[in-house]
Structures are given as C-alpha cells and as structure tokens.
C-alpha cells in the first residue's frame, strides 16, 4: 500500500492540470530557445556559406529549413498550450502564497509571473510576424500538416524589425526564466516554505 508522505500533505496544490501544462510548457521553452539558438546559427552559417558545427556543409539549406518547420511547429504548440495554461488559470485561480511571505516577495513574485506569461505571448507571436513579412515566402505548416496563413504582407524591414523583437525578447526570456527558478529554489531550500511542492504532485510513500 502507497500513502502520502506526510510532510507534503499540509501544502495547498495547484490542480493537477495546471501542474502538467506548467511543466510541459516549461520543458518546450527550454527546447524552443535552445532549438532557436541553433536555427539562428544554421540560418547564419547557410547566408554565408559556412560549414554548420552540428549538421554540416551537406544539405545546409535542406536541414535549415527543416529544423525551421520543427521551430515553428512546437513553437506553435507551446502558443497554444499558454493560451490554454491562461484561461484555465483565469477559470481556476492559483492556491494563496505562504502567509509567511513578505510584501516585496509577492510583488516580484507576481511581476515575474506577469513578465513570464507577456514574453511566453510575445515569443511566438514575433516569430509568426517575422516569418510572415519574410520576403522568402517560406509557408508555415505545421508538422507538415496544417497551414498556418501568414499575417503580414511580405517586407524585409518589418522582417528585420520582428527578428530583433525575437531575439531581443529571447535574452529577456531566459532573464525571467532563470529568476522564477532561483525564486523557486530559494523557496525550497532556504525558507523551505514548500512554495516548490505547489507545483509538484503528492509525493508517494510505500
Ligand atoms: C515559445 C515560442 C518561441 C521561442 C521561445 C522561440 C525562441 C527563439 C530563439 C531563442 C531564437 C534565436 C534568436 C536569435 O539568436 O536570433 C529563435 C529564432 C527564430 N525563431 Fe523562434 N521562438 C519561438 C516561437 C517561434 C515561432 C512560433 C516562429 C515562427 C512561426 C519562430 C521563428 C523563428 C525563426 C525564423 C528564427 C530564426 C531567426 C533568425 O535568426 O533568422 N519562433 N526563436
């Protein structure tokens, strides 16, 4: 028989949903700004006709490209998965902070949240005007499946303009990123206020 260990039974839990879209959300940020980081350099080593370090000077403009359609489609499915993280959280309103916490806490607590959420918006749709005003045309489908009509007329200043709004918001991102999981680990190790375990399921003694 399996029982739950005592010392997580006191903390009030986020629902089990916002659990699983929290981290699948948080596991598709962490590929899509590394998998952005290397789409960015194999885009560079293509335009100038260098060898790639991870895939090489064969079928440079062929791997670019796919690499590019796998960007978009999972940078599209974390879009979606934010929409929906955002109105369940409107439906379903997250658990009280600790008592214990200070006012400065919760305010940061609350504008990093608000950061995060406005960037997790602001990436994707960037990404999707960048390559909607790219004068190459290349069209969106999704896993090669669904289309995704482009939404700009095609113009390579508003391209460049939407690129340094990508990237520019992708070092703010990671900013943000890196304060919620310093904030996080402060909480579990430091006050051991099980702010962490909020968003962690019941864990399982046997
Ligand atoms: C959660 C969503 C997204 C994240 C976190 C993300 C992250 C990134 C990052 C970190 C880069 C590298 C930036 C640089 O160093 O210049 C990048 C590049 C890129 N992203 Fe995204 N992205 C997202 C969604 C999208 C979407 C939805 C699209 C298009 C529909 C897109 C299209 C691109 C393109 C074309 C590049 C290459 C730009 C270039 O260097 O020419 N991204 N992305």
Redesign the pocket.
Known sequence: MSAIAPETLSVPRYRPIAMLLHWLIAL??VG??????T??SM??ATQTGRDHVLFGPDGAIASTLAF?AI??S???T??AL?LVRIAYRLANPPPPLPATMKAWERVAAHGTHILLYGL?LA??????L??SA?PWGIP?VLYGLIE?PHILPQNAEVEAAM?SV??GL?KL?IAAFVLHVAAALRHQFVLKDGVLLRMMPARRTT
Do not use: C, E, N
């Not at 899509?32 to 980081?37: E, I, N, P, T």
């Open positions: 598709g940020l899509m700004v590394a998998g952005g980081m789409l960015h885009i560079d590019s960007h978009k999972v940078g599209f974390v879009f934010v997790m990436m994707p749709i960037s990404g999707w960048m390559v790219s969106t995704v690129k990508h990237d992708s991102l």
